[in-house]
């Protein structure tokens, strides 16, 4: 099976499996979505959502999360991991929105990456979940699905993302790596891989191997 007739087969079997795939992470802007992407690296939705929870409540826009200062909202988000940082690129970031861009998120990926704390990964997320524009965000999930399924043996994010894009319609995107991210979590796991019990993994005849994932 070449890799197209493997994606054709992906596509039918998540459609199969997950014909709804939903966003993972509570917001109800696009800044409180920015922010909750920003909070989620390296910790996992279910401890951002429990924070946002709380945190949306006292500040909800930049201007709100700059007079919330940083002592208390590192206080508030301390459960995600990295407090100091996050609060020092969310503050950031909520003045950039203020200065340059009249309050809004900006739409386009320089901009994104521009601001403190975003990189290509949290940027994609953000163009496709809160603006439903054509991205196709690569978490560690996606990268070993990848690399097991044979689509691109590569660690390198970006390399993925291109291989994926490739291979898969655009028209697929922003749905695709919910429903990707669903099925490792579920299906295809780091640890605990059993093929028996992966049915992409089965039709693929995958061995079974030691994940170990560096972002690029």
């Avoid at 007739?5 to 917001?27: C, Y």
């Avoid at 929105?97 to 994609?124: C, M, N, R």
């Avoid at 097991?148 to 660690?155: A, H, I, T, V």
């Avoid at 970006?158 to 429903?179: A, G, R, V």
Wanted: aromatic share 8%.
């Amino acid at each position: 099976m070449n890799s197209m007739e493997k994606a054709n087969f992906i596509l039918g079997k998540l459609s199969e499996l997950f014909p709804t795939a939903n966003v993972s992470l509570n917001f109800s802007s696009d800044f409180t979505c920015l922010v909750a992407v920003v909070l989620s690296a390296q910790c996992t939705d279910a401890v951002v959502n429990s924070v946002v929870e709380k945190l949306f409540k006292v500040a909800a826009t930049p201007a709100e999360f700059i007079a919330l200062g940083e002592q208390k909202l590192k206080e508030i988000i301390r459960p995600c991991g990295f407090s100091n940082t996050k609060a020092r690129h969310i503050l950031g970031t909520a003045k950039i929105i203020l200065e340059k861009h009249s309050g809004h998120v900006p739409e386009t990926f320089g901009e994104l990456e521009a601001l403190p704390g975003v990189g290509h990964k949290t940027a994609s997320v953000v163009m496709s979940q809160c603006f439903g524009k054509a991205a196709f965000p690569v978490d560690t999930h996606i990268a070993r699905l990848a690399n097991r399924w044979g689509l691109e043996k590569s660690r390198n994010v970006k390399k993925i993302e291109m291989t994926l894009k490739k291979l898969f319609p655009e028209s697929t995107w922003q749905t695709l790596h919910l429903q990707l991210i669903s099925y490792g979590r579920k299906f295809c796991p780091a640890r605990g891989h059993t093929i028996e019990k992966c049915p992409i993994c089965l039709e693929f005849s995958c061995t079974v191997d030691k994940w170990a994932f560096q972002s690029a």
